[in-house]
């Protein structure tokens, strides 16, 4: 399996690997009436707005597994909100006749000032990784994530951060193992892991 940088034409792929890992890790294809949903949200705009930091795991054939994010959260924001929101709120903003699961996943794409927290400070960067199973359990997952945050590292990220289902006790787990700590310790909806990194210097 070959780790490479995101290309265009990988987009598919990457959309693929989300949707059938978008339910704590498990595939969450048919769960709600369009299932670009998730992908809309964890996905196209991190391989859209910062391909540069964008990494898949390519076995010959096809993506299988990927991670991304951006070293600087306020500033994803900001571009998320002018060049992503807009096409979002109009494809899927028509809450009506939705269940409660959707409509509480869609309005996760239409307020990217979910992503703002006080940690920021000290933790701007946030990432996500996803890894269909046949890539799991290779060292993969660890070779994606030390790769992304030497990248947010080089580009003066203090600190990075991500969230987890806490249903998904195997990639907390592997979190652990990675050096990430918790930072919410005791929220039932969201597991926050952080890590603390290293300052490179510009020569």
């Given amino acids: 399996m070959l780790i490479r940088n995101y290309r265009p034409q990988d987009r598919a792929d990457c959309f693929d690997v989300c949707i059938k890992t978008g339910r704590a890790g498990q595939d969450a294809t048919g769960i709600y009436s369009d299932d670009d949903l998730i992908p809309e949200i964890f996905c ?9 930091l964008a990494l898949v795991v390519d076995d010959g054939e096809r993506v299988i597994g990927y991670a991304f994010g951006t070293a600087d959260t306020r500033a994803f924001v900001e ?17 009506e006749g939705k269940s409660a699961d959707e409509r509480e996943m869609t309005e996760l794409g239409l307020n990217p000032d979910r992503m703002i927290a006080p940690h920021l400070d000290e933790y701007p960067a946030h990432l996500h990784i996803d890894l269909l199973p046949q890539a799991r359990g ?58 603390r990194l290293p300052r490179v210097s510009v020569a």
């Fill in 44 to 52: 196209g705009p991190y391989v859209d707005l910062e391909p540069d």
């Fill in 79 to 95: 571009r998320y909100r002018a060049a992503v929101l807009p096409g979002f709120a109009k494809r899927f903003g028509d809450l």
């Fill in 138 to 195: 290779q060292g993969v997952g660890r070779r994606l994530i030390e790769t992304l945050l030497d990248a947010f590292a080089a580009r003066g990220a203090t600190g990075v951060h991500l969230d987890m289902d806490p249903a998904n006790a195997d990639a907390g787990a592997f979190y652990a193992r990675l050096g990430f700590h918790v930072l919410n310790p005791g929220d039932e909806d969201t597991v926050r892991f952080a890590m």
